[in-house]
């Protein structure tokens, strides 16, 4: 079983019921601290921290004397507007007092469905973790419609592990855990402390029940869980409604855990070597030494580029000779890819009129 401390990158859901008070539409202040306290210790042991929070119309809704009742599409963005700069600010005070800087980043279904938003999403957060910055990630509440919309945040933090590669998942709830059948109903319902595989068993153990201000029910978790344990991240699902959560599960508190099927990176290598190539990148014998020994391909080293594709489409990369070495994912259209082959990466911005990504498919978007 998972242990969260273990956890070298750790995403965090956090639903509104948590943050907001129903029945006032305040924040709960206290319960942001204490997280924030958890977050700091987690963090000082060298585990890299990413938040997916909503509370954005709840706290908005709550400012604008909205009713707690379902709002209009349009309600709903003005809700976010308005609770979005709250939720931030209240994030970037509570984890300050742990000289931890809080970043925001807003998501919609699409940002994950197209390739190219994908990878600036995943480049952002990893940069943004590389300089010590804990991400806030949200639904984009203020511009998502029904078609481009997660609908909840359990199965957009899984996505946000998966975009990340992050090793465990922790879906904070208001229930401990998944039952065979609903405790609130059933008295005799038995808590389930570890699940191998999620099978049609388990989906049919979950129930539907939640919140007042939540949109997500069990059902919602296990399809978050199964997102993001085939992709190589274990998955908890813990009581969130007590005051430093995170503490309580490391210490023994009653949680299911969901093992992962694989490792991050091994699922993340199995995705891309699925997909189909739209081009073709040749290149010298000195770049085929680097991707050998782990580097990214750099333009410096490419010869020649076949076929026409966009940023985030997979590529062939082959020798001089045309052996294929692999494929991955390249972050330059391919008319962008001719103009900087064979040039250094500090060439790119004098040919290009603007400054770009160092490789041309980094190692992590790669399979050799």
Request: with cysteine.
């Amino acid at each position: 079983m998972a242990a969260l401390s273990d956890a070298k990158r750790l995403v965090v859901k956090i639903g509104s019921a948590l943050l907001v008070d129903a029945q006032t539409g305040a924040l709960r202040q206290d319960w942001l601290n204490a997280l924030a306290d958890d977050v700091g210790r987690i963090r000082a042991r060298g585990t890299d921290v990413i938040i997916v929070s909503s509370g954005s119309i709840a706290l908005g809704r709550g400012v604008l004397g909205l009713p707690l009742t379902s709002l209009a599409l349009e309600q709903s963005q003005a809700a976010a507007a308005v609770g979005q700069i709250r939720l931030a600010r209240a994030y970037e005070e509570a984890l300050a007092r742990h000289d931890i800087i809080a970043g925001q980043v807003l998501v919609t279904l699409e940002d994950s469905e197209n390739r190219r938003r994908y990878l600036n999403s995943r480049a952002t957060m990893e940069t943004m973790l590389g300089l010590g910055v804990t991400p806030i990630v949200n639904e984009n509440d203020t511009i998502a419609t029904d078609e481009i919309r997660y609908g909840d945040n359990d199965r957009l933090a899984a996505q946000v592990a998966v975009t990340v590669g992050a090793d465990q998942l922790v879906l904070l709830s208001d229930v401990d855990g998944l039952y065979d059948a609903n405790p609130k109903i059933k008295s005799s319902a038995k808590h389930i402390d570890y699940v191998e595989k999620i099978t049609a068993e388990i989906e049919n153990m979950a129930g539907d029940a939640g919140s007042g201000l939540s949109k997500g029910g069990m059902i919602t978790k296990i399809i978050a869980g199964r997102i993001a344990t085939e992709a190589g991240c274990a998955m908890a699902i813990a009581l969130g409604t007590g005051l430093n959560p995170l503490g309580a599960l490391e210490n023994g508190a009653a949680a299911t855990w969901f093992a992962a099927q694989t490792d991050p990176q091994a699922a993340r290598k199995r995705w891309i070597a699925a997909m189909k190539p739209r081009g073709t990148v040749s290149i010298d014998a000195g770049a085929c030494d680097a991707l050998r020994r782990g580097k990214s391909l750099l333009p410096a080293g490419v010869v020649q580029v076949h076929g026409s594709f966009g940023r985030g489409d997979l590529v062939t990369i082959q020798d001089e000779e045309g052996a294929q070495l692999g494929q991955g994912l390249i972050r330059y259209t391919s008319a962008e890819a001719r103009q900087i082959m064979g040039r250094r990466t500090a060439d790119i911005v004098d040919v290009l009129g603007y400054d770009g990504r160092a490789a041309l498919v980094h190692r992590d978007d790669m399979v050799l």
